[in-house]
């Protein structure tokens, strides 16, 4: 099957017990079980929900994998997965990747004894100087925020193979439509759910896949022992917004495609950072692990230009934070997502204060490059 048919025809497409085309939502906490001891499917809404577990079927298959967990958002998928490990256990994570994830691991992993090394995942010199005696696995994100930099999932897999350390991907942004870390050799890929794949800003979640039984029944004990898991109403609502993911990546790709050419063309643009991009150093690695290349995109005024300004004048384009929804949004990583982390270590990881970010959206190209035009005429 083909991506728009697995999407739509994949996982548990229909309800088994009415033939439903559209998953029904089971609200509900507990099954009746038919004998005292006996092996009941459904028994207890945290440990499995029908309307979730549909959910999980089809993640898994739109990535490669043979097992999917639904949480609760993002960061408790993410949680589950460095639940993993244990005091001691040390874990390579990459410089870029989300201001959460971060803040999971200094202010509450740190805490339960796992040590970490933040290294540019870019630089496989860098990952295999950083593997120690108790390194675990390694942890990154590709394309990464608000960068757009590019690791190469399959060299990176390769290392840690070789040490015996897991691959962690964050796929958030790429979507399972562009890219599929397992198939590049990763053990576990993780979303926040909460962009492209629920894709109408509507449902905050989260999910895990993975393709390795071992890990798989390990997420399967701690989704159930930790309990951040998905409900069914947003079970529902996520894989509603599924169902359309390749025709809406369509349209965001063709539109970012679009913009790119309009920035580059333009004489008060003076940096763009967009996985697309042919005079980008990492082209070649996107090109070859990316179908297409997503639908954000950064960018830096010439130095005397307002940043400020140019986004304030923005009209249709709405100033907010998050991503991956049918609308576009823009922000100031500086002064909105990024604004926690201090001024050095984020301009020591080349986030300047001007950086404009585009989560670009399913409008009509036109109106999107006619509101850039007429910002760009007010600076
Ligand atoms: C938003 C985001 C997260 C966190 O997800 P939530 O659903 O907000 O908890 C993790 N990783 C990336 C790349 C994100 O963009």
Redesign the pocket.
Known sequence: MKFNTQVIHGGNSEDPTTGAVSIPIYRASTFHQSEVGGQAKWEYGRSGNPTRAALEKLIAELEGGQAGFAFA????A?HAVFSLFSAGDHIIVGND??G??FRLINQVLKRFGLTFTVVDTRDLVAVQAAIQANTRAIYL?TPT?PLLRISDIAQIAQIAKKHDLKTIV?N??ATPYNQNPLRLGADIV?H????YLGGHSDV???LAVTNDDKIAEQLAFLQNAIGSVLGPDDSWLLQRGIKTLGVRMRVHDENTQIINDYLTSNSKVANIYYPGDQRSVSFEVAKRQMRSFGAMISFELQPELDAKKFVNSLKLIDLAE??GGVESLVEIPAIMTHGSIPRDVRLKNGIQDGLIRLSVGLEDSEDLLDDLKQAFAKI
Request: proline letters at 0%; aromatic letters at 8%; glycine letters at 12%.
């Open positions: 958002s993002g960061s408790a993410i990747v989300y959460g994830t994100e925020n964050d958030t942004f993780v926040s759910a909460t962009k905050v979640a989260g998050s991503l």
